[in-house]
Nanobody, 120 residues
Framework: VQLQASGGGSVQAGGSLKLACVASGRIFRINGMGWYRQAHGTQRDMVARITREGGTTYGDSLEGRFTISRDNVKNAVYLEAEHLQPEDAGVYYC???????????????WGQGTQVTVSS
């Protein structure tokens, strides 16, 4: 299973971005999906998570500026970020909890990360 993230880049403070992440491989079913971010020298923090049914959870103070969504047919998860601030900069990682074909267990997979830079 591979997760391919895209959509990162450089924006000015107050700008917006939309990130996308698509899972591929011998996937039978995907349960939870989400986004984490990591600034240089800090731990990886949750930005948002979404269940297969569409239930969402956001990191502290992020709901309202960040919106997570998914497409179960495309095995994709998206993150729309608005009113970005310099403290939102970092590497954004997507993940998916996957049940592979011919498997009897769930496993978490991570994307390679996409860089988001916000200039003031």
């Amino acid at each position: 299973v591979q997760l391919q993230a895209s959509g990162g880049g450089s924006v000015q403070a107050g700008g917006s971005l939309k990130l996308a992440c698509v899972a591929s491989g011998r996937i039978f079913r995907i349960n939870g999906m989400g986004w984490y971010r990591q600034a240089h020298g800090t731990q990886r923090d949750m930005v948002a998570r979404i269940t297969r049914e569409g239930g969402t959870t956001y990191g502290d103070s992020l709901e309202g500026r960040f919106t997570i969504s998914r497409d179960n047919v495309k095995n994709a998860v998206y993150l729309e970020a608005e009113h970005l601030q310099p403290e939102d900069a970092g590497v954004y990682y997507c993940y998916a909890r996957v049940l592979m074909r011919d498997s009897n267990g769930w496993r978490d997979y991570w994307g390679q990360g996409t860089q988001v830079t916000v200039s003031s």
